[in-house]
């Protein structure tokens, strides 16, 4: 099983920006699909971003025009660039992955079998 580790988390105040990584160690077929997802206290775990090995990618309404997933797969790394970020932005951000390939699967918010621990963000007004 692939092991993932969230970095870059932080604290910031509204307005500004915060580029998250994830770095994947394992086999390069876990990490077809890849995505964000974050989770603020008291609420459910919600999808933000997802990417697949073609570079697709698909977002959560309320991120579309502030947040870029990106990945790096020289690197074996992903990326989440949050610019103009919100107090209701405010979760523990989460990488998650998945060996499945298909269009018909990575998209935002989708069951995805892998996992990291987890970085958190905290937006001040």
């Known amino acids: 099983q692939v092991q993932l580790v969230e970095s870059g988390g932080g604290s910031v105040q509204a307005g500004g920006s915060l580029r998250l990584s994830c770095a994947a160690f394992g086999a390069s077929y876990s990490t077809n699909c890849m995505g964000w997802f974050r989770q603020a206290p008291g609420k459910e775990r919600e999808g933000v971003a997802a990417?697949?090995?073609?570079?697709?990618?698909t977002y959560a309404d309320s991120v579309k025009g502030r947040f870029t997933i990106s990945r790096d797969n020289a690197k074996n790394t992903l990326y989440l660039q949050m610019n103009s970020l919100k107090p209701e932005d405010s979760a523990m951000y989460f990488c998650?992955?998945?060996?499945?390939?298909?269009?018909?699967?990575?998209?935002?918010?989708?069951?995805?079998?892998?996992w990291g621990p987890g970085t958190q963000v905290t937006v001040s007004s």
């Open positions: 998650a992955a998945d060996e499945r390939a298909g269009y018909w699967f990575c998209r935002v918010g989708r069951d995805f079998t892998h």
């Open positions: 990417i697949d090995s073609d570079g697709r990618t």
